[in-house]
């Protein structure tokens, strides 16, 4: 991050489209504080941001390998001197400082609950950092989990409040809410990149093949994060950031194997759901 | 698909990458920095003059206190360094150090946390310990290096992440630049990592391009057996091999051109004296029987041969192990090669560099003169400075060249200022003397006052000096409750100058080799167990 000399790494950067040319421009950008120490132990901002309206501002979250979450206005998201966003959470995981199997990746989800509340949720991998606690959390975490936020105005500043910490999930993707149902899984993948004898030569598919286990997919109550259901060992592969969609009431989610699973409602008087197909793609 | 979920994996870990675990010129390899003994570490991404000069820069960073059993005097080792490990648990910035009790312990340097610790087993000492033989692992930490003397390289790209990102932004609608333009065409990769293998010792590895391969740290245990285990969490890369007899005291191991050596002395146990080799193929140990001065060993030339200097003579040394000598030996078969011998016993290290393209060397006689010597010729020295006083000499050297070019050799010298050095210094200080053009050493400047100075300390031109506070005596117990605490100085390498001080923060004193540091950061460790480190702080 040294933007004097137009080095915007580990930041978040802000741009827009022309009207004359229809050439992107730089708007607006925020580098953490600690940009240099992200550069230096590999903790990326490699997470997409999520937006949301909240009391008639924009606001933006977004956050990294390091583990924290960053909430920030986009009408200046990193404030007059581009290193101060609205609020920044403490690390909520990779207490070990790892550049791989921990921290957060992929992106966020956001959602307001009928009650007005405004809801941020972030997957990660690996343990839960110790020094962290949520007000209601959901057994002890060593392979990833999601958290969620509230997001609440402290003395007219929107902050970011721990709610809830999910069940161990292993290697937590991007969770989707529907309904006030928060459905999140486990990719199961060996995201490992680097081992003690050889080093990155680990960093191979043939190693991180073999080494992945199975997806499981999870539905959480959203307001606790209380584990609803789960899908035990109906998925027999892994994935790679390969995502969860929802639609019609049914959950769609593809595995390395080349399947696509499908589960939905059985059972409309309590919550149970199924697998209504597994599709093997191919050409 | 393989080849896409292959390309796809590699997500995460940023191009730069490249700037691996190997070799680094910031780090600090083995006793007294690297293979010719210079005590220096010729380039820095944050320390410099200037930034030493700033008030605020240079601070305390954190301290250890580490569980270690002191043999008399013996605590902890200075720590070899590691700039970059792209490492199972992350990126990490290491420091190993030794504990004289067979423990080892690797710090992530950044954070001030203990990365893992490890004893060694090693069967019981026999005999009792005394000052002259205390007993436990009396030589630091190392890591393999080579004799070959390479060119400075910048801090940050390829040596480390202690520095900004080298931006890899091209023209809008240019393509993307390429690796190779941003590290110009000078860039060289080491050598291919050797596969880890239980069998038997091997060559050791020098860790390999994108951080892979192992990478691999030595450590020669109390009872003589030569430890080589992977730095990332101290499992064994081979098994322990024996290389030195149980109750050795040894001095400078180093793993160098893929050969260990170590130096014995004080006739410890039943081990004769001398410089001792393993070959790690062939397991081989070979012995060069000698009194051989200093406490960091053999230095070694870039052409990988040994250089000591020897005191008193050695009883049942051969012929070719001559006293009071500077002796240049056969790296591969412990055959002296050349010998130049004085008229008084040498108490130092030599340090070896090279001088307008000649190799030098250089060390120190009991009475405070120094030697100058040209390796391709020992008949005779090219200088000997002035003599100081007698038992006012150290037992190892630093050197350096500045800025502007001019070679300096640096002395912990002990007591009051010589003639030819103005100060105001009574008990110590760093002496430093530079080479005239003609080949002459000529006395340059004399720090502040020093109590019992180590070895000093060099990063990129900076001159790090260290007032132990030791209270010398041959009584342990009497040095323990005598002595005072260590200070540690910035000094400009051009006048002397103090530029900072550590102040009241270290609060034992210190002993033993230079002081260790490199990638913005020095570190002392003191008789007390602690280690502690200095430098350039970023928010973490």
């Known amino acids: 991050m040294e933007p004097e000399h137009g080095v915007y790494g580990n930041g978040i950067i802000g741009v827009a489209s022309d009207p004359v040319t229809k050439a992107a421009k730089l708007v607006d950008y925020y580098g953490p504080s600690n940009a240099a120490w992200l550069w230096k132990r590999d903790l990326d901002m490699q997470v997409s941001c999520a937006i949301f309206k909240y009391k008639g501002k924009e606001l933006m979250v977004d956050a990294g390998k390091e583990c924290v979450m960053y909430l920030m206005d986009t009408d200046s998201i990193g404030g007059d001197d581009h290193r101060t966003p609205l609020h920044r959470t403490p690390l909520y995981c990779n207490e070990e400082v790892n550049f791989a199997s921990a ?88 995201t490992d990149q680097a081992a003690y004898d050889i080093g990155l030569e680990y960093n191979s598919a043939e190693q991180r093949i073999k080494h992945s286990t199975r997806a499981v997919l999870y539905a959480l109550d959203a307001q606790t994060g209380k584990e609803l259901w789960n899908s035990g060992d109906a998925i027999a592969s892994w994935n790679h950031w390969s995502g969860l969609s929802i639609a019609n009431g049914r959950v769609y989610l593809s595995t390395f194997d080349g399947y696509q699973y499908c589960f939905g409602l059985t059972n409309s008087s309590s919550f149970s759901l199924g697998q209504t197909a597994a599709t093997k793609g191919g050409k | 698909m393989k080849t896409i979920l292959a390309a796809i ?140 003397i390479s060119a400075p390289r910048g801090g940050g790209f390829g040596g480390g992440r202690s520095t900004p990102a080298v931006s890899t932004v091209g023209e809008s609608g240019a393509g993307a630049t390429t690796l190779s333009e941003v590290r110009g065409s000078g860039f060289s990769p080491p050598p291919s990592a050797l596969p880890s293998d239980k069998s038997g010792p091997k060559t050791p590895p020098m860790g390999g391009v994108f951080g892979g391969g192992a990478n691999v740290i030595y450590a020669l245990a109390s009872d003589g057996m030569i430890h080589a285990m992977h730095l990332s969490n101290g499992a064994d890369f081979h098994p322990p091999v024996r290389f030195l007899p149980a109750g050795a005291n040894a001095h400078g191991l180093i793993i160098v051109d893929g050969m260990a050596y170590a130096v014995t002395t004080n006739g410890c146990g039943t081990v004769p004296n001398g410089v001792w080799s393993l070959d790690f193929d062939t397991q081989k140990v070979s012995t060069w029987k000698g009194n051989v001065a200093g406490s960091a060993g053999a230095a070694f030339g870039p052409d990988g041969t040994i250089y000591v200097a020897t005191n008193e003579e050695a009883p049942g040394a051969p012929a070719m192990s001559p006293a009071m ?82 070679r300096w050799i640096l002395v912990a010298h002990t007591g009051a200022l010589p003639s030819g050095f103005s100060g105001i210094a009574t008990q110590g200080a760093i002496l430093a003397y530079k080479i005239s053009e003609d080949g002459k050493l000529v006395a ?85 167990g602690t280690i502690y480190a200095f430098g350039h702080s970023i928010e973490h």
């Open chain 1, 103 to 190: 921290g957060v990746w992929g992106s966020l989800a956001t959602w307001e609950d009928a009650r007005g509340t405004r809801w941020v949720l972030s997957p990660f991998w690996g343990p839960k950092h110790s020094k962290f606690v949520a007000p209601i959390e959901n057994g002890v975490v060593k392979k990833g989990a999601v958290v969620a936020f509230k997001v609440t105005e402290k003395a007219g500043k929107p902050t970011l409040v721990p709610a809830w910490i999910s069940r161990d999930m292993d290697r937590a993707e991007p969770p989707v809410i529907a309904n006030g149902v928060v459905f999140a899984y486990g990719s199961g993948e060996d």
């Open chain 2, 9 to 148: 994996l590699c997500c995460g870990l940023c191009v730069s990458a490249v700037s691996a675990q190997f070799r680094s010129t910031n780090d600090w390899m083995t006793e007294n920095a690297d293979a010719q003994r210079t005590a220096t570490v010729r380039t820095d991404p944050v320390i410099n003059k200037d930034f030493v000069a700033q008030p605020g820069n240079l601070k305390f960073l954190w301290k250890l206190k580490l569980k270690n059993q002191p043999n008399q005097l013996n605590n902890l080792s200075s720590p070899a360094t590691l700039e970059l490990l792209i490492g199972y648990r992350g990126f990490r910035m290491l420091g190993f150090v030794a504990g004289s009790g067979d423990n080892l312990f690797t710090i992530d340097t950044d954070l001030g946390r203990m990365e893992w610790e490890k004893k060694l087993k090693a069967a019981p000492a026999v005999a009792p310990s005394t000052l002259a033989c205390p007993g436990g692992m009396t030589t630091g930490v190392v890591r393999p290096t080579v004799s070959a």
């Open chain 2, 325 to 406: 000598s500077i002796v240049a030996i056969d790296a591969k078969t412990l055959q002296t090669k050349s010998v130049y011998t004085a008229s008084r016993i040498f108490v130092s290290t030599p340090v070896v560099f090279q001088h307008q393209g000649i190799t030098l060397i250089a060390t120190v006689a009991i009475d405070g003169a120094i030697y100058l010597l040209d390796a391709a010729n020992m008949a005779t020295a090219l200088s000997v400075s002035p003599a100081t006083a007698k038992g006012a000499a150290p037992s190892s050297l630093a050197s350096y060249v500045d800025a502007g070019g001019t």
């Open chain 2, 444 to 528: 340059g400047w004399a720090s502040r006052n020093l109590v019992a100075p180590l070895t000093p300390t060099v990063i990129n031109g900076v001159v790090f000096a260290t007032s132990s506070g030791e209270f010398k005596t041959q009584d342990s117990k009497v040095t323990a409750a005598r002595s005072g605490r260590a200070v540690l100085y910035a000094l400009d390498g051009a006048t002397g100058k103090e530029v900072w001080s550590s102040g009241s923060t270290i609060t034992s004193f210190a002993r033993g080799g230079a002081l260790s540091g490199g990638a913005g950061q020095l570190y002392l460790t003191t008789y007390d």
